[in-house]
Structure formats: structure tokens, C-alpha cells
């Protein structure tokens, strides 16, 4: 496919390419290609910016099959809301039965498609043809994304009316069906937000919010479609840990067709009769899940307001939002941790360019006992750190003059490669470190990080071994890095409390549905959150060089640009605030990366930097 440089519009296979003064604009489906032979590699559209639109064509009279189902794939990667236009391929019984918002499978390439003709007869009045691809991921009804494998292959049937001669298409693939540039450039990736139900923030009276991603069509009303989104509830995968403020069934009025907002970027929504009883306190819950929820759309929304039952519930700011609920830590991190040349915890101003540490307070910056890794609470009061043999984990206060006793948790493990992992905080000041022995490998949480371990239940069928753990800042997902032979992958669960226990016995915690978040990746070598639904992974893919990314939990990859390459990274870190830069410890030492920026070296004779958390 390709455009004249001076404008207009050149044709090509299945589309016509225009260009306007605002952008580009794609019509799908045109009707000049062969009417006879198999079609092979329906080609996907190549990735372009944001203001690229494309809109379907309908079927011209006498279409042959092959441009019907060429037309009709084309259709499905257009900007027509309610693909109205993919809808006059098929017959009308077929219409009437497709639902395409049940699924979408997104393929490497577009689809390809083969007419299933037997040798030596002319084409019938009916015609089936074969669709086929490499499976990427697959979006389901809850618009929830899933990386995928293995082949894709469907059966897509055309018949020929009896009355008008035309071919129509009476058994369409299930859902859509799209290559993964088309998917890009079609879809985009929105976090909705609920409340966890299982954790507080510390000793902070804040609920915590927790992001959940799904992917909306970025050029058809996506904000009118998150709301409807936010109110239909969590996905299932998150759903057993959080809640929503909205009462079951609440939904967008039937007169309400489209949701902007107005020129002072206030957003009115009116709800169904569901919502018309809720109360004040309530309201400005629900109403803080639309501001987090809306908060990164274009145009932005400062403020909501909720009507139901013909009067104003409440409306909420979007500073007042931030009092209602928490996303990420509720503390902004203070300081950027890491260990100095002697192994004891050192600290720098987190957000400024000072490159002169101190040592931290306490028996962990101050003590003789040197370490491998460290944790620092998101309050940043305490501090958890391993010893250089991975053997032992201690845990003190961030006060100057208090010992450090004896160690809270000992690994049996022969090497230092299989004791200890580098611990992690939770939200609610629980501390949790993987033991990496091979003969008795478990993932533990120390309550307020002293006492006990307790043994955390994983999937059964768990195959391989724990080698780091990072809890989210929401405090109900937790990231793995599992070691199975010579590959290593990032997993992502959610962590569940039991509620009903015996008296006198601990509460029993448990991680369940984990899923993979680097699909493409053979090897991870370091990870760390980095926002609400994103993490910072430094890995490698089969037989290639060692690279850093950005991964969205659901395991698909976020928009925008990737970080600054650097070679020879051991360790990386990042903070949910997205206003704290990147901190690596490579073959420099340790170094950031600002915003728009290089990578810019801190500290020469440093390692294990980490953010509270």
C-alpha cells in the first residue's frame, strides 16, 4: 500500500488511502481486486499515529466471494462504532446472530484466507473459506487482554442469494478477527478503577484504588465507553479482591448516547434508578472511580458530576478524589535506597539530582552487618535486608542507636544463589521474601515484618522456582520472577486473605491466578512496579540481547516510548510515581534516567537501589 507524496488517494488491495489535511484517512473494503482465486495474507494495516481513521466501505453490486470476505475483514478494522458496516457482508440471519463485542483474536499478521473449493467444480451458490494466522492474544467480553499461542484457524461460510445473485457471508468467524498492527492502531489500553476489599494502607485511613486494565476502541467514544465499562464491574480475573461503590446494575440513562465533557472539563453522568437512593459518602466513591478512571483520556475531566432519579447525587473534584481513595503508595517516597561500597543501606532525596548519599539511620546504615539486598517500608520508618550470604534476613527501625537484633528468618539453602530473595513491603507494612532452596522452596510474609513466617499458599501446579517478589503498592497483586531450567518469566498473581479462620489461628494468604506478563521474553533478569497497572522489566528473547521494556500486567505492551537503552543492567527500579525516575545498577554503577533525559550516573560504588515498597 502506498500514497502518492502530493495527496490524494491511491487504490491498493482492499482499501483506498486518503490523505487530509488533519491526518489520514483509511476507507476500508474498496472493491478492486480479483474476483476469482484464493486470498493469502490479508494484509494488516502498518501501525500509524493516533490520527489515522479508518472507515469501512459496503459491499458493491455483483462482489465477487473473494472481495466479500476481503471487504468484511477489512470492515472489521475500522473505525465504525457499531460496525455497521462490517454487518451488510453477512446476510441478515447472520447479522442478527453475530455479536463481534464477545471476543477479538488478534493475530501477527492480518488473517489469512483460503477459499475451500473442491477440484474440478465451479463455484456453487455456497463457498467456505478457511481463515488463518499466528494467535497474539485474544481480548474477551469483558474487554480483558490475554496473551495467546498456537495457530488460528476458522471457517467462514459465503452463500449466494437465489434471487439476487449476490454473495453474502451466512457464517462470520466468531467475534473479530484483526492483525496486531491493526489491533494497535484500533485498540488502546485504559485502567478502571475499584477499591480493595482485603487491605488497608498502612495506618492511613485510605482505601486503596486498584487499576484495572481492559482495551477500548481509541476512535469510538472511548470515554463514554469506560464509564459503561467502569459500571458493567471488575474484570473476573480482579474481581474477588476489590469492590465498586456503584449498586448492582446501575447503568448509563438509554437516552445517554455519548459522554463529553463540557468546556470547563466537568463530566455529567446520568445514571439509571439503580443509583437514585445512594448516599453522600457513597456517591463520592463512586464518583472518585470515574475521575481515576477518566483521568488519562483525552479530553481530560477535572470534574464529575452524578445524577439519577431527576437530581444531582454529588459531584466530586479531582482533588478531592485523591482524599477519597489512593492509587499506588500514599506516601510520595521520600528517598532513593541502595547499598553503599561497605553493603549498609545509604539513602539520596528521591526527587532532586543530589548525588552525596548519608547513610540511612538505624542498625542497617549504621551496624557492621553487610547486605545483598534490602527493602525499605512504604512508610519508610523500616527497613528489611539480606545478608551477603542470602542466608539471613534482618529487619530494624530507620532510627539512629537501635540494634539490630537477631535475624527474623534463616534459609537453609546450600548457596547464596538459592536462600534468600530480596524482600518486598506490602501496602499494609507486611513484609514478603521468596526462600529460594531447592529442597523446601516457599514464599513467606512476616506480619509488620517480625514473628513468624507465614507460608503463602501458591497455585498448586506451580511449576519452577521463585527468584524475586514485588508487591504492589494496591497491596492485592504481587509480581514473580519463576526460574523453570534456563527460562525465567514474570508472573503476575492476586493476593487473597482468608476471612473466615479458626480462632487463635493466623489468617491464611494466598496467591492465586497467576499469569504471564513477558510472554515474549525467555529470560528475566530484574523487574519492579512502575504505575498502577505497569511494571519496568530488563530481559532478553530467545537468542537476542538483553533489552528493558515496559509490560502491562494483562501481559500486553503499554503505549508510548520505551526506556533509554543500557547495557549491562543487574538491578532496576521505579516508583509508581511516574514523576521519580528510572534507577538502574549496571556495569556504571548506579544510575537514573529523568524524564525526556540520558541515563545519568549517581553513585559509582553502589548497588540494590530501591524505592519504598
Known sequence: ??????????????????????????????ASMPDSGDLRGVESTPRQDTQVRVF?????????????????????????????IARKYLTKEASDKWRPLLSTTVLADGPGAEADRVPGREESDGLSYTLTGARV???????????????????????????????RIDVPPRGVVMGKSDFQRNYMSVDKYYFATNTTLGTSPHTA????????????DPMSEMVRSLLKGPTSWLDPVVRSSFPTGTALTKDVASLPPDDQNRL????????????????????????????????????????????????????????????????????????????RLARLAAATNDTHPDPVPG???????????????????????????????YVGALVSGGPLGEPELTSAGRTAEERLSAPSWDAQGDLWVADRDPRHPRLLMLKEGVGDPLVVK???????????????????????????????????????????????????????????????????TTMSWAGDSRLVVVGRERGGVQTMRYVQVDGSTPDGPVPAALSGVKEITASEDARLPLVGYSEDGIVRLPSGMQWQKVVTDGTAPVYPG
Not at 150 to 165: C, I, N, P, Q, V
Request: charged share 25%; with cysteine; proline share 4%.
Open 1 to 30: 500500500m502506498g500514497a502518492d507524496r502530493e495527496g490524494g488517494a491511491r487504490r491498493g488491495p482492499g482499501r483506498a488511502v486518503v490523505f487530509a489535511a488533519c491526518g489520514v484517512v483509511l476507507l476500508a473494503g474498496c
Open 56 to 84: 469501512a466501505m459496503p459491499p458493491h453490486e455483483d462482489a465477487s466471494s473473494a472481495e466479500i470476505v476481503t471487504g468484511f475483514l477489512e470492515a472489521l478494522t475500522s473505525d465504525d462504532p457499531d460496525y455497521e
Open 137 to 167: 492474544a485474544t481480548v474477551d467480553a469483558q474487554q480483558s487482554y490475554s496473551p495467546a499461542d498456537g495457530d488460528y484457524s476458522e471457517t467462514m461460510h459465503l452463500t449466494r442469494d437465489k434471487k439476487t445473485r449476490q454473495w
Open 209 to 220: 484504588a486498584v487499576a484495572d486494565p481492559v482495551y477500548v476502541r481509541r476512535n469510538v
Open 268 to 343: 455529567t453522568v446520568l445514571l439509571n434508578d439503580k443509583a437514585a437512593r445512594v448516599g453522600l459518602t457513597q456517591c463520592n466513591e463512586m464518583a472518585a472511580q470515574l475521575l481515576f478512571t477518566l483521568q488519562n483520556l483525552t479530553p481530560t475531566v477535572d470534574e464529575v458530576e452524578l445524577r439519577a432519579g431527576g437530581r444531582q447525587l454529588c459531584a466530586l473534584t479531582e482533588n478531592d478524589a485523591e482524599a477519597i481513595a489512593a492509587r499506588g503508595s500514599v506516601e510520595r517516597a521520600e528517598y532513593l535506597y541502595f547499598l553503599d561500597a561497605e553493603h
Open 363 to 393: 542498625a542497617l546504615g549504621e551496624g557492621d552487618t553487610e547486605l545483598e539486598s534490602v527493602a525499605v517500608s512504604r512508610d519508610e520508618d523500616m527497613a528489611a535486608g539480606v545478608g551477603r550470604d542470602g542466608k539471613n534476613l
Open 458 to 524: 501458591t497455585p498448586p501446579g506451580l511449576e519452577g522456582r521463585i527468584e524475586s517478589v514485588r508487591v504492589a503498592a494496591d497491596g492485592v497483586r504481587i509480581a514473580l520472577v519463576v526460574k523453570q531450567g534456563d527460562r525465567s518469566s514474570l508472573l503476575i498473581g492476586r493476593i487473597e486473605h482468608s476471612e473466615n479462620v479458626k480462632a487463635g489461628e493466623p489468617a491464611a494468604v494466598s496467591v492465586h491466578e497467576l499469569r504471564s506478563a513477558t510472554p515474549e521474553l525467555e529470560e528475566v
